[in-house]
């Protein structure tokens, strides 16, 4: 009884309706990406804001998309997340050019955009769908993720916060969000937004030394 009250939603076949275009940058959502770009994905709470966090970050981000990584059911719908027993996070998937918008300078919004010491939550949502997360796609890009929180961790330290709490991996596949959720706080811009940093800026360069 216990196993099946606390198992994964089961797996669906096929993903949800997710839409074809960015509401916003007006690009298409899903591969094939332009050539030589390069990809991340990031939990900072509740996706709506730190999607909008992102496609404002200016030339370079090729698009956006929120979405579902580093659980086990695969293609969950909201519902299946809101449970919590999918172990996934709410996510954003963010595409850039880095040789326009480095990947440092993507750090340095993540970190400075939300609270990464909170655990499984973030502000007034609770669970582990709201926990901090980096998801790199190369060895190289999650070594300087790595850095980077190294360096933020000394930053907040000397401000009195307590330990960074975010998850740091390989890239998992990720599970576009149903089609509202996309671009949500461009359709409806008085929508929540539970994003709060901790107001302290990330070091220049994400320097390690």
Not at 61 to 72: D, M
Not at 84 to 106: C, N, Y
Request: proline letters at 9%.
């Amino acid at each position: 009884m216990l196993n099946r009250l606390f198992s994964p939603p089961p797996d669906r076949p096929t993903p949800v309706e997710h839409g074809l275009l960015h509401f916003v940058l007006r690009r298409p959502l899903d591969p094939p990406f332009p050539e030589n770009s390069a990809r991340v994905l990031f939990g900072m709470g509740c996706f709506w804001g730190a999607e909008r966090k992102f496609w404002q970050a200016g030339e370079g981000v090729q698009v956006t998309a929120a979405g579902y990584a580093g659980g086990a059911t695969r293609n969950p719908t909201y519902h299946d997340v809101c449970t919590g027993r999918t172990g996934h996070a709410e996510a954003v998937m963010v595409v850039f050019d880095p040789k326009i918008l480095p990947f440092a300078r993507l750090l340095q919004i993540f970190w400075e955009s939300h609270d990464p010491t909170q655990g499984m939550r973030q502000g007034n949502d609770v669970g582990t769908q709201y926990r901090s997360a980096i998801f790199a796609a190369t060895p190289a890009d999650l070594e300087e993720a790595q850095a980077s929180r190294e360096a933020y961790q000394r930053a907040l330290s000397q401000r009195g916060f307590s330990a960074i709490t975010t998850e740091i991996g390989p890239m998992p596949p990720f599970y576009y969000a149903e089609e509202y959720h996309q671009q949500y706080l461009a359709k409806n811009p008085e929508g929540y937004c539970g994003l709060g940093g901790t107001g302290v800026a990330c070091p220049a360069g994400l320097a390690t030394s």
